[in-house]
């Protein structure tokens, strides 16, 4: 299912989540304005503030709409906050076909303007003047900061296990999935139990979605990515389908040779590996556990009241599995 017909019923508010990010940028002073619009200029998809209307949706919308605009607006300046630290620490040069902050304006602007869209998602979910969003959305980011410090101590590290990769990806990835559907639901005032069950949902569907952003890893291209491929192999980062390569040619491994010598031959053992995974079964198998969790994802939209219409939350879950960028 296209995106576009999944936000079709949100569509409107969408875009006044956009305005509403946009509107940061217009600031006194010049030069952080030219920063913050660049910030803003180069949106993803959108899936983690669409995450929280289309929950909203299921329950008392129109009544919440402005604190469902706002913890929408929250989900994606911390996401977004997320990307320039992110690109900061791993010098990487591009993101969405584009340089980034820090290839543009340098390190230290990169981890203070990442600092200040924090802020700024923090004053955004104020708005939502509900404590349990706001403590939540504070766990949220204390969540992802230690996901991001762990995957810091792990880089390079060959043993590491699948249990392990998971808990990663919970914390700097489904975290903040969870976050967009169970503020969604605290918002629109769902009952506790539908509550839970889309704050699983959305931990499901985050564990997919990055699942898959591994696999593309391997499989995409940089025209698609908008990033060259390999930059998790790059990073020292041992990914599902890393894990795999490991598994499946445990002696002469280009992965193992690039974690114990980084500096010698490395572009010429990243490219072995991509060529292995893009020769082999293992995307394939890569792309069956990414399905169990959006089939997980899916029950948990069973838990709903009879009559919440969740076509599109179920439509979301497909999008994730066959998207290519």
Request: aromatic share 8%; net charge negative.
């Amino acid at each position: 299912m296209e995106l576009s017909r999944i936000y079709e019923a949100i569509q409107g508010d969408l875009g006044r989540v956009k305005d509403n990010l946009s509107s940061i940028s217009q600031i006194n002073f010049h030069w952080l304005s030219e920063q913050l619009d660049y910030v803003v200029r180069s949106r993803g998809k959108g899936i983690r503030p669409a995450l929280t209307l289309l929950v909203g949706q299921l329950f008392n919308y129109n009544d919440n709409l402005k604190y469902l605009l706002s913890m929408a607006a929250a989900v994606e300046l911390m996401h977004t906050a997320t990307l320039v630290h992110d690109d900061a620490i791993d010098k990487s040069v591009a993101r969405r076909g584009k340089p980034t902050i820090f290839k543009m304006w340098g390190e230290e602007t990169a981890i203070l303007l990442g600092d200040y869209l924090f802020a700024k998602a923090g004053e955004s979910v104020a708005d939502t003047q509900n404590p349990r969003v706001i403590k939540l959305f504070s766990q949220t980011l204390a969540t992802i900061s230690s996901g991001e410090l762990n995957q810091l101590r792990t880089a390079f590290k060959l043993e590491q296990t699948r249990q392990q990769y998971f808990q990663k990806i919970a914390g700097k990835t489904a975290s903040l999935f969870s976050l967009a559907t169970e503020s969604g639901a605290i918002l629109s005032e769902a009952p506790e139990k539908s509550v839970k069950a889309l704050k699983e949902y959305g931990h499901n569907l985050g564990i997919a979605f990055q699942i898959v952003d591994d696999i593309l890893d391997f499989t995409s291209t940089e025209e698609k990515l908008g990033k060259p491929v390999g930059s998790d192999l790059a990073q020292g980062t041992l990914t599902l389908p890393a894990m795999r390569l490991l598994e499946c040619y445990p002696e002469d491994n280009p992965i193992r040779k690039l974690f114990q010598n980084q500096d010698q031959d490395r572009q010429k053992n990243i490219a072995q590996a991509i060529e292995l995974v893009r020769g082999s079964a293992i995307a394939r198998e890569c792309y069956e556990v990414a399905a169990e969790y959006c089939v997980r994802a899916s029950h948990s939209l069973d838990e709903l009241p009879e009559g919440a219409s969740h076509r599109p939350l179920a439509g979301l879950a497909d999008y994730i599995m066959y998207r290519e960028n």
